[in-house]
């Protein structure tokens, strides 16, 4: 267990670097966002390249950030229910989700998506607008990104495991969604409190 917990602080490494990489390609989208409407608006010159790197962009920070969310936990769960499970319960639902749901999709997705690239690649395909880009790059990202969550479903299936056997802390009892866990417990009580004639009910 001790080589497989270092195998995941390796993908777990790489998943950090992805994010890092989200972060600057945002920033790079807003910039070039902006930077072209203004061109737009002060000089009436647009060009289909920088519309479409935009959406580039935008395309690798969704593609690529799956493993990143799935690392920091911040992927859509339901907390309000999960929080009322006990740690290994909570673990168990973890493992059972990802030999089910994601391990499929994401075999599935390599092996539609990479068809796709390769036939841009081979062809050299271009975007249909005038001045358009190249298109394999935005289609090696549906296999890029479904890659690199299916790694990162590795190291988190590993981690799960090793908590469940004793060798490993709980990672979901950090989880990214905490806050929005204690949000939902905040609005059911206020709910609570109104329906029963709570501080917090109007006539």
Known sequence: MKALLSFCRWIDALGEAIGKLGMWLI??????????????????????AFLEVQWYLFAAVF???????????????????????????RNWIDIVGIVVFVW????????????????????GEMSSNAGGLI?????????????LLALQSVSELIKRVAFLTG??????AHSGSSEALETAKAIAEAEHAQAHGGPGRTN
């Open 27 to 48: 920033l790079a989208a807003t910039l070039i966002s902006t930077g072209n409407a203004i061109v737009r608006k002060a000089f009436s010159i647009s060009s289909n």
């Open 63 to 89: 593609m690529l950030g799956g493993g990143y969310a799935f690392l920091r936990n911040a992927h859509v769960r339901i907390d309000f229910i999960a929080g009322k499970f006990s740690a290994r319960t």
């Open 104 to 123: 499929p999709l994401c075999y599935l997705m390599i092996t539609l998506g990479w068809p796709v690239f390769e036939r841009a690649w081979v062809s």
């Open 135 to 147: 298109r394999w790059p935005v289609y090696l990202l549906i296999p890029a990104g479904f890659a």
């Open 167 to 172: 060798q490993g802390p709980d990672t979901l």
